[in-house]
């Protein structure tokens, strides 16, 4: 079932039965909720599965906001979305930049989330400064993608983050769905919801109390590293590192992930607290 967008309210995509436990699945920067298709109808016959498009994505619609409070309002965004269609906590998937607003969400709205897995993501930067140069950089991007979109994705996905997914034979599938997007909104998303414009939340990592599992890459070191360094930190987290895996982990083996969520989700009491 699909909900058509309103405003700045999300596209929804669900799967299953809305009377089972939820699941809200965020996707990546330029992708769409359907990315999550395979996984959510695997899970279909045990959860109801929410597949939003994040703003400027697939048929949502872009804020057109940067400042303080895009991240937050675009969070609010997404608690309404699901508020549409159902009541009560659910659990929460994200993957990217859909994992760094995964965070955000668990860590500012407790109460609505039963627990979370964080894919491939940070906490975002630790100082005005660096969240400075990251804008920056964020805004030499978007300007790239507004300008050259067939160059910005071929050199986008030449990047060493995404070597293991483009060895995957399911890329070029992958690569024409990532070209189909808006470049305009895109870029207004990345303005928008940037690691550069998202506040840090390592100084709200110590105060978690709901069941986190934090996945990482086995060859994506960069990630491995923030996600020890999160697990120290956060209270009720756990370290999944995936075996022969790179950043998108999750599409690279996603037999693997789907026997370590479903594991997390039935057993997050078995967490330290």
């Not at 967008?5 to 699945?25: A, C, E, K, R, W």
């Not at 940037?194 to 390592?202: D, V």
């Not at 930190?233 to 690279?252: D, K, M, Q, W």
């Amino acid at each position: 079932m699909t909900r058509q967008s309103q405003d700045s309210i999300p596209h929804l995509t669900t799967v299953g039965d809305p009377s089972l436990p939820g699941i809200l699945f965020l996707h990546g920067f330029l992708g769409s909720g359907r990315d999550w298709l395979p996984i959510a109808e695997a899970l279909s016959d045990r959860y109801h599965c929410l597949m939003p498009d994040l703003p400027g994505h697939g048929a949502t619609r872009s804020r057109d906001q940067t400042g303080p409070m895009a991240f937050h309002n675009a969070a609010l965004d997404l608690l309404e979305s699901v508020a549409s269609v159902r009541t009560g906590p659910v659990n929460l998937v994200g993957y990217s930049m859909g994992g760094r607003m995964a965070l955000y969400l668990v860590l500012n709205f407790p109460r609505r989330f039963t627990s979370a897995a964080i894919i491939s993501a940070s906490p975002g930067l630790r100082t005005e400064e660096e969240r400075r140069e990251r804008r920056v950089h964020d805004e030499l991007l978007a300007a790239e993608l507004e300008q050259d979109p067939i160059g910005f994705f071929d050199r986008w996905y030449r990047l060493p983050l995404f070597a293991t997914l483009k060895a995957h034979p399911s890329f070029p599938e992958i690569f024409e769905a990532r070209r189909a997007g808006n470049p305009k909104t895109l870029a207004s998303t990345l303005r928008a919801l940037g690691t550069g414009n998202q506040p840090s939340l390592w100084e709200k990592l110590p105060d978690n109390r709901l069941p986190i599992m934090f996945c990482s890459g086995e060859k994506d070191s960069k990630f491995v590293e923030i996600d020890r360094q999160m697990v120290n930190l956060c209270p009720c987290s756990v370290l999944e590192i995936f075996e022969e895996c790179g950043h998108t982990l999750h599409l690279e083996n996603h037999t693997l992930f789907l026997d370590r969520l479903t594991r997390f989700i039935n057993k997050p009491s078995s967490l330290p607290i």
